[in-house]
């Protein structure tokens, strides 16, 4: 089975820095995966880590630790338009297919 | 290149009547996915296609759901009868990978379903 575990909101302020956290359970692990969704949107891709360590892709940076079961995924210099829900997503396969599992998800408030 | 199109919006329709939702992926991707996301729930996988084969529809939440995806190209997701409960936005995604690591989706914007 899979189960994945964010906090449901988190506030922090414009221009500061912001780390949202994901532990998870799943059969077969194939990294983490990222994505970002405003409200009325598209869930759209942020980073994926196939392997240990840390990813960086200018302000956002996303870290992944398997003897952990554990990811994170940090905002650097938050700006408004940050404010959005964030979704670890951990790829999943089974019964011959793979997709994406999403949790609830994190929504970021940035406030001024 | 177009990103992946759905059709429609928004639909507003009376429990027992029937929706049709469509979805037109990026060409050349294989991969085409439906989910769904209920106000203030997680996004829940509902079915994968790969081509025209539907390779996991467990996500699929009973027989009143039907999705075809005929040639291979734009998917369509009926809801019939709908109920209450169908209410939320379906989400399309598509995807090039061939195995499970680094499958980056590309979602639509969504259908949102309101079901009075």
């Known amino acids: 089975g899979q189960s994945l575990e964010q906090p449901s909101e988190v506030t922090a302020v414009e221009g500061a820095i912001v780390q949202i956290n994901c532990t998870y359970q799943?059969?077969?692990?194939?990294?983490l995966s990222w994505y970002q969704q405003h409200d009325g949107g598209a869930p759209t891709f942020l980073s994926y880590n196939g392997l240990d360590g840390l990813e960086e892709t200018g302000r956002f940076s996303s870290f992944l630790s398997r003897s952990d079961s554990y990811g994170y995924l940090l905002l650097q210099e938050l700006q408004m338009k940050d404010s959005a829900s964030y979704f670890c997503a951990p790829p999943y396969s089974g019964a011959g297919s793979y997709q994406l599992t999403f949790g609830k998800g994190t929504k970021l408030s940035v406030i001024p | 290149e177009a990103g992946v199109t759905q059709f429609p919006s928004h639909s507003v329709i009376e429990k027992g009547q029937t929706v049709t939702l469509r979805c037109d992926p990026i060409?050349?991707?294989?991969?085409l996915y439906w989910y769904r996301r209920v106000m203030g729930k997680e996004i829940k996988f509902l079915l994968h296609?790969?081509?025209?084969?539907?390779?996991?529809e467990s996500g699929m939440p009973n027989n009143r759901f039907l999705a075809e995806r005929t040639g291979g190209t734009y998917s369509t997701l009926k809801v019939q009868p709908a109920e209450l409960e169908d209410s939320g936005v379906y989400f399309c995604?598509?995807?090039?990978?061939?195995?499970?690591?680094?499958?980056?989706?590309?979602f639509g914007a969504g259908s949102r379903l309101t079901v009075l």
């Open positions: 995604a598509s995807s090039q990978a061939r195995s499970p690591g680094a499958n980056v989706l590309t």
């Open positions: 296609f790969v081509k025209e084969s539907k390779q996991d």
């Open positions: 060409s050349g991707h294989d991969n």
């Open positions: 799943t059969s077969g692990f194939y990294g």
